[in-house]
């Protein structure tokens, strides 16, 4: 039988930080620790758990089927630890010195992660920010589920009931071309859009679209010849070549500022496409948490309002 009494508590944050790192290295950089005393407790956890736990692979350590169930109890436990502790303490966001990291896939990410750090820098000093602006987020769901990611900005949802969010504003997706491309000089009509050709933002997710304002889109079939990684890349590909791109509205001014694009006018009654700032239901109630998705939204809408 095992004994609860045999257990050193302080050995779970490493077999967490393992876990989620996949990486003694990492996990020791996380944890403030050198690489060695990370290893020692790993063999301390292999004994107490009579498993192997983590087996070494080509870059990191892979967790066993031990390991990965331990893990299912054990994160939901400690963050549910962590969060009592910090309610206790209290949030104070002016002293505060907490780490948060964001996702923000829209491709206004950058100008709202600048905003959220202005607004801290006023409200909350010492509190650090990192963020990440791809528009393919690996893993978004599991990150959010193990705390890597402390909120993300989206227009897809992560399923089922653990995640909660709210819709920050409303996008649409619009056609564009450079300003002295040909269409623009006739009528607009569905024709010039299927017998053009587009540079599209490579899917996400497989079949038919969960968001409708794209799905819509999605339905017309038009014709792809170049896919590619970041929604930026749109914008840039667009303005020097004679292929229109799909951009959301919320980027028409710098698009037409910054790059001379132009929209066609033309497209399917779309839906619109809700941006949601999306977080785990286990970090609803706690403080600074809270104060983070209010910064976080604040600054997101004071940019879209701007234009």
């Given at each position: 039988?095992?004994?609860?009494?045999?257990?050193?508590?302080?050995?779970?944050?490493?077999?967490?930080?393992?876990?989620?790192?996949?990486?003694?290295?990492?996990?020791?950089?996380?944890?403030?620790?050198?690489?060695?005393?990370?290893?020692?407790?790993?063999?301390?956890?292999?004994?107490?758990?009579?498993?192997?736990?983590?087996?070494?692979?080509?870059?990191?350590?892979?967790?066993t089927p031990t390991?990965?169930?331990?893990?299912?109890?054990?994160?939901?436990?400690?963050?549910?630890?962590?969060?009592?502790?910090?309610?206790?303490?209290?949030?104070?966001?002016?002293?505060?010195?907490?780490?948060?990291?964001?996702?923000?896939?829209?491709?206004?990410?950058?100008?709202?992660?600048?905003?959220?750090?202005?607004?801290?820098?006023?409200?909350?000093?010492?509190?650090?920010?990192?963020?990440?602006?791809?528009?393919?987020?690996?893993?978004?769901?599991?990150?959010?589920?193990?705390?890597?990611?402390?909120?993300?900005?989206?227009?897809?949802?992560?399923?089922?009931?653990?995640?909660?969010?709210?819709?920050?504003?409303?996008?649409?997706?619009?056609?564009?071309?450079?300003?002295?491309?040909?269409?623009?000089?006739?009528?607009?009509?569905?024709?010039?859009?299927?017998?053009?050709?587009?540079?599209?933002?490579?899917?996400?997710?497989?079949?038919?679209?969960?968001?409708?304002?794209?799905?819509?889109?999605?339905?017309?079939?038009?014709?792809?010849?170049?896919?590619?990684?970041?929604?930026?890349?749109?914008?840039?590909?667009?303005?020097?070549?004679?292929?229109?791109?799909?951009?959301?509205?919320?980027?028409?001014?710098?698009?037409?500022?910054?790059?001379?694009?132009?929209?066609?006018?033309?497209?399917?009654?779309?839906?619109?496409?809700?941006?949601?700032?999306?977080?785990?239901?286990?970090?609803?109630?706690?403080?600074?948490?809270?104060?983070?998705?209010?910064?976080?939204?604040?600054?997101?809408?004071?940019i879209v309002e701007?234009?």
């Amino acid at each position: 039988m095992f004994n609860i009494r045999s257990v050193d508590l302080n050995l779970l944050p490493v077999f967490e930080a393992v876990y989620e790192e996949q990486s003694l290295s990492r996990a020791a950089v996380r944890l403030a620790m050198t690489q060695s005393a990370v290893s020692h407790a790993v063999t301390r956890l292999r004994a107490m758990f009579s498993d192997e736990l983590f087996v070494r692979r080509s870059r990191g350590v892979a967790p066993t089927p031990t390991a990965e169930a331990i893990y299912a109890k054990l994160h939901d436990a400690l963050g549910s630890m962590r969060e009592a502790v910090a309610e206790r303490r209290g949030f104070v966001a002016r002293t505060s010195e907490r780490k948060f990291f964001l996702a923000v896939t829209h491709p206004l990410g950058p100008m709202i992660v600048l905003r959220l750090l202005e607004r801290l820098a006023i409200a909350a000093p010492n509190i650090s920010i990192s963020a990440s602006t791809r528009s393919r987020p690996i893993d978004l769901d599991r990150a959010l589920r193990d705390g890597r990611i402390d909120a993300a900005i989206d227009w897809i949802e992560p399923q089922g009931d653990q995640f909660k969010s709210t819709v920050l504003f409303e996008d649409v997706m619009v056609a564009v071309a450079r300003k002295d491309h040909a269409a623009l000089r006739r009528p607009a009509s569905m024709k010039t859009l299927r017998e053009g050709s587009f540079v599209a933002l490579r899917p996400r997710v497989e079949g038919e679209h969960p968001v409708a304002g794209l799905r819509e889109w999605q339905r017309l079939n038009l014709r792809v010849t170049m896919e590619v990684s970041e929604i930026l890349e749109v914008f840039m590909v667009t303005s020097q070549s004679d292929l229109f791109g799909l951009i959301p509205r919320s980027m028409e001014k710098i698009a037409r500022s910054a790059l001379g694009l132009r929209p066609l006018g033309i497209g399917p009654k779309s839906a619109s496409v809700p941006i949601k700032l999306i977080w785990h239901a286990h970090r609803d109630a706690e403080p600074g948490q809270a104060f983070l998705r209010k910064e976080l939204g604040s600054a997101a809408r004071k940019i879209v309002e701007r234009g």
